[in-house]
């Protein structure tokens, strides 16, 4: 069973960035596809990248062409880069491991780190 700790969150101001970190242990992350979701206040939880095993990405609308999300199995860790953040993007972040998943969906991920909060106000 895999544990999933974030961090790497804070106070930005628009346009800045931040580099949010998902440390995994209990188990290697090689087999796992890694998502972060975010909720702002008041709204639903919702997926914004996701990274699987093969090396494929996926990005929510949103933050296309913003943010990155890379991989260093090495590390057992996975990163999402942000850039040009928006008060939009303000929320918690939590990145979820699927074994063997796909990133086809937002649904079926079973593990969860307990989140990192990003605020984007000047």
């Known amino acids: 069973q895999v544990q999933l700790v974030e961090s790497g969150g804070g106070l930005v101001q628009p346009g800045g960035s931040l580099r949010l970190s998902c440390a995994a242990s209990g188990d290697t992350l090689d087999y796992y596809a890694i998502a972060w979701f975010r909720q702002a206040p008041g709204k639903e939880r919702e997926r914004v990248s996701c990274?699987?095993?093969?090396?494929?990405?996926w990005y929510d609308d949103p933050v296309k062409g913003r943010f990155t999300i890379s991989r260093r199995n090495a590390e057992n860790a996975v990163y999402l880069q942000t850039n040009s953040l928006k008060p939009e993007d303000t929320g918690v972040y939590y990145c979820a491991a699927q074994l063997y998943g796909s990133c086809s969906g937002p649904a079926g991920y079973d593990y969860w780190g307990q989140g990192t909060q990003v605020t984007v106000s000047s």
């Open positions: 990274s699987n095993q093969y090396g494929r990405t």
